[in-house]
Structure formats: structure tokens, C-alpha cells
């Protein structure tokens, strides 16, 4: 607006400029006419002069027109600037306002239109491409909510907290359910002994008079199961377990307890027996059970399961364990099995629902479990256990998982000394068969 008055301004003057000297021109070449004739003034002469007067008359009129358009604009200009001036400093205000303040009424006014508009914002098509302290800047809002934008965590990020579940989302491990099939036993010592029944008595077939000849009596063996000490030490600061937003005492006991019972069951599978329990694959082929041999038995192929092979091993274990027998193998290997195609193309296995257990996987009629510990699908691997588990192996446990809390060691942490003993063994060696993959 103060632009558009001066440029009028500026106009007025040069045409004011124009009839002051159209005037003075003219004023001029009357001096020169009337100096030789000031005693003789006729009409014409009058008429002239009167112009003259006429024109200066109006030329003083637009002067004091143009004066009063410019004072005008002057305090126009006076007044724009002055509210320009008061802008700013309420602009300086709010940007200099601390984040936090003392929570008067217009920082809670000005928190409440901040709320609101981010929740508009979030609601918008405009959030997908823009941030937020952008959408502020292109919408009508007042300089304080602009400066507390939660873009810049000075200018009110801060204010704006995200909402905390209260919860720790974990990682999931797959394992071996192998604990869930075998017999368990607790003990208090630090080995569980068993003994051997694999001799048995004969008889023979006698006639009246005849006392018969066979004196064999079945002998007796033992073996012991050793249990193995399996120990963890987490630790955190004091300062964390007074304030951390979960219970972290428990938190930690939770991981260690899933990790031993990982731990567990990997060796339960392929444990050597050294220093951890003895897994049901690391025995020697064989069926000689008085040497502590498990039968494999071959799939048929060099490189895959095969229904025959499948069969053949369901086969191999004797009638008395067939009622309580499962399969143990991994997730994958499942996989493999249920795409065996019959001649015409067709799945030869389903998985099939049990109205108690829901919808579980059997293989040729028994229960199927995964083994995420048991090994895939390989020449010379051993990817399928059939067995009764409960007869075939059994965990020894002599505590549970006992926690030391030691604030001395490590300070400023506390440590928790985690242990746990267990051991583990095949006690039937007859009551579990193995799959090779191997021709």
C-alpha cells in the first residue's frame, strides 16, 4: 500500500512541476510584453494577466493538494511499519519462549493448537511427504505454535513424548521338543544310575520223565547318566534395575532360562557327552544293544526322504513301542515330506485334525514333532527319529536354574551367576530308530 502512495505522490509532483513552469513561461513573456506598455494596459493585457494569476492560483492549489497526500502517506507508511516492528517481536517473543515453561495460560493455549494440529497433520494425506514443522509453516497458525514445533526437540519436541507399551518385544528361537517326549527325572546327587535288563532266560520243550537241560540266566548291567553343570552370567547396573521401565531382574532371568533350555536341547539331539548331556545321534550304528548301538536305517536315496524309506524305518521298531512312538524332525524336512508325490501327481501325505490337539502333523499315523536341532536333509545325514521317546531317553535334572546375585565382582554392575545341572542319555537303545539318507 505505502508503495502505491508514493508512486501517486511522485506523479503529483511532476506534474506540478509541469504547470509551475508552464506558468512561470508564461509569466515571463508578459514581463517582456507588458514592460514597455505599463502605462498603457488595454483589455487583451488584462486578460492576460488574469490567466496568469488563474494559473499560478491553481498550480499553489495542487501544492497544497500534493502536500497533504504526502503527509498522509508518511503516516501511512509510519503506521505499517509500527505494526511490522510489533510482529517481530512477537515473533522473537515465541522463538526465544522456552520449551518447558511455567505452564501459564497462553502455553497451554498454545500446546492445545499445537496438539490439535498434529493430530490434523497426522490425519492427512500431507504426512506421507512432508514433515511436520513443514505443514505448520503452510497452514494458519499462530507464531507460537509455529516456533513449538515438534521438528526441533528445543522448540517443543520435547513436549510431545511418544506413548510407551511397557513391554519388550522377543525374539522367537525354535527348539527341540525333545524334554516334552522324554522321561525326566529330579535327583539329588550328581549322577543317576540305571540298570541294564538286555540278557534274557531260555526254556526248552520236555517230556514227562525228562528234567530238561537249559540253565541260562538272564544278567543284569549299569550305567550312569552324569549330569552336567550349564552356567550363565548376565549383568546390569544398579542404576538400570532401579529404573529401568521393566523389571529387569526378571527380564534376565527370562533370556537365560530360554537360552538353557535351547542349549538343553541341542545336546539332547547331538550333545557328545562331554562335559553336556549325550545326544540320541552320536551312538554307533548298529543293533547290537549291549553295545549301546541305535539301527539307521537307509532312505532309498542318496539325497532325499522317500516314502519307502519312511516305511522301512516305522518298520524297524518293535510292536511295544509302536503305541507310544512319534517322529521327531526338523521344519524344513517337513516340508519335504509332504511334497512326495504319488504316480498321479498326488500329495501322499496330509497333515490331519485332531479335535483335542487341533491341527497336527502325523507321519503314517503317529504323531509328528520339530526338531529345529535335528538336521536337514543331506547325503549321510540323519534328519528322522522314530522312537518311543519316553522309554527311549532319559534327562536327569538336579536343580532347576539357581541365580546368584553378586554386586561385588563387577561393580558398578550386579552380575547373576545363572546355573543349572542336567544330563541326558538313551537308556532303550532298541526303542529308537534313526533315517540315513544314504542308498
Known sequence: MSEIVINEVKEALKGMETKFSTAMNGFDAFKSEIAPKLSKLDSLDEAKFSKISETIANAVEESQKLNLKLKAAEEAIETKTKALETELADVKTAFNRQAASGGGDGDKEAKAQLTKLFNQFARSKKSQNQDFHEYLESVDAPAEVKALSVGSDPDGGYLVMPEFGGIIQTKV???????????VITINTDSYEYVLD???ADGEWVGETSSGSTETTPTLGKKSIVVHELAAKPKATQKMIDDGIVDIEAWLAGKVGDIFARKQATAF??????????GILTYTAGTDIAQEQVEQVV???????????????????????????AWLYKRSTNAAILKIKDLEGRP????????????RPTLLGQPAYFGNDMPAIASNALPLAYADFKRAYQIVDRIGIRVLRDPYTAKPFVMFYSTTRVGGAVINHEAIKLQKIST
Open 173 to 183: 528361537f525354535e527348539s527341540t521338543p525333545l524334554r516334552q517326549l522324554a522321561s
Open 299 to 325: 532312505s532309498g536315496s542318496a539325497s532325499t526322504v522317500t516314502y519307502d524309506g519312511m516305511v522301512d524305518l516305522q518298520n524297524a521298531l518293535k510292536e511295544p513301542y509302536q503305541a507310544n512312538a
Open 269 to 278: 539331539v547331538s550333545g557328545n557327552g562331554v562335559g553336556k548331556p549325550r
Open 348 to 359: 501322499i501325505f496330509n497333515m490331519t485334525y485332531d479335535k483335542n490337539a487341533g491341527l
Open 198 to 200: 538286555n540278557g534274557e
